[in-house]
Nanobody
């Protein structure tokens, strides 16, 4: 069973940093795209960073240059370093994992989000990041 558990969120001042962690189990991190998705208080949602199956990295324009995604296969962990945080970074942050081919067919469509052509179907419970000015 695929499980994703996030940690590391908190309340900080603008300009400060946080490091989010996502502990994974039941799968190998290098067999699918994995990333970080956030939902802001106004319900604006976005995939903000990911590591694709070919190892390439993706960052949304809103976080490029400030956030860094990384992976530790030995620890089955995905990380997101958040630097120079802004108030607009306030959101619930979710770890997400792609489903592959027939695997996706076993997952309720309500749990699947297609983002830049990738089906993300596994989600953690989220960790809250709150940035105040």
């Amino acid at each position: 069973e695929v499980q994703l558990v996030e940690s590391g969120g908190g309340s900080v001042q603008a300009g400060e940093s946080l490091r989010l962690s996502c502990a994974g189990s039941g799968f190998s991190f290098d067999d699918s795209e994995v990333g970080w998705y956030r939902e802001a208080p106004d319900n604006e949602c976005a995939l903000i960073s990911s590591i694709r199956r070919d190892g390439s990295l993706y960052y949304s324009d809103s976080v490029a240059g400030r956030f860094t995604i990384s992976l530790d296969n030995a620890k089955s962990a995905l990380y997101l370093q958040l630097n120079n945080l802004k108030t607009e970074d306030t959101a619930m942050y979710y770890c997400a994992k792609q489903c592959i081919e027939t695997e996706c067919e076993r997952i309720p469509t309500s749990k699947v989000l297609v983002i830049h052509g990738t089906k993300f179907a596994y989600w953690g419970q989220g960790t809250q990041v709150t940035v105040s000015s």
